[in-house]
């Protein structure tokens, strides 16, 4: 499955205040002005960085550098949710954002309803 492909079955995107957010697992995260232009990359995935269960979080860097700042990147934590979406963005230090994402994927089996009908 490319890429691309799976970005458009897993990925996530929300309009958030004045821009619109995506995030695509192992592409890149970038944020959009609604009232238009161009995206910019808020990074690229680097990889799943949870500290107690490593498939919490994961890590997106080198993204556009910030005007006089660093480069951008993004920290998704993705928790149990029925689909894909996100909850929250903020940006607590210049430049660098973080992201709650609800996926099915993050669900153990007891926080899944199971239908036998088909």
Same mark, same amino acid.
């Given at each position: 499955?490319?890429?691309?492909?799976?970005? $458009?079955?897993? /990925?996530? @995107?929300? *309009?958030?205040?004045? +821009?619109?957010?995506?995030?695509?697992? @192992? &592409?890149? *995260?970038?944020?959009?002005?609604?009232? &238009?232009?161009?995206?910019?990359?808020? &990074?690229?995935?680097? /990889?799943?960085? /949870?500290?107690?269960?490593?498939?919490?979080?994961?890590? @997106?860097?080198? &993204?556009?550098?910030?005007?006089?700042?660093?480069? $951008?990147?993004?920290?998704?934590? =993705?928790?149990? /949710?029925?689909?894909? *979406?996100?909850?929250?963005?903020?940006?607590?230090?210049?430049?660098? +954002?973080?992201?709650?994402?609800?996926?099915?994927? $993050?669900?153990? =089996?007891?926080?899944?309803?199971?239908?036998?009908?088909?």
């Amino acid at each position: 499955m490319s890429k691309l492909v799976f970005c $458009r079955y897993y /990925g996530a @995107f929300i *309009a958030f205040n004045r +821009y619109t957010y995506t995030v695509c697992p @192992f &592409g890149k *995260a970038t944020q959009t002005k609604k009232s &238009g232009g161009g995206d910019t990359n808020l &990074g690229n995935f680097k /990889g799943f960085t /949870g500290k107690k269960d490593k498939y919490s979080e994961m890590k @997106f860097e080198g &993204g556009l550098k910030c005007w006089n700042g660093p480069q $951008r990147s993004m920290t998704v934590t =993705l928790i149990c /949710g029925g689909e894909v *979406a996100v909850k929250d963005v903020k940006e607590p230090s210049m430049c660098e +954002y973080t992201m709650t994402m609800t996926t099915p994927a $993050r669900c153990s =089996l007891d926080q899944i309803e199971i239908h036998d009908e088909l």
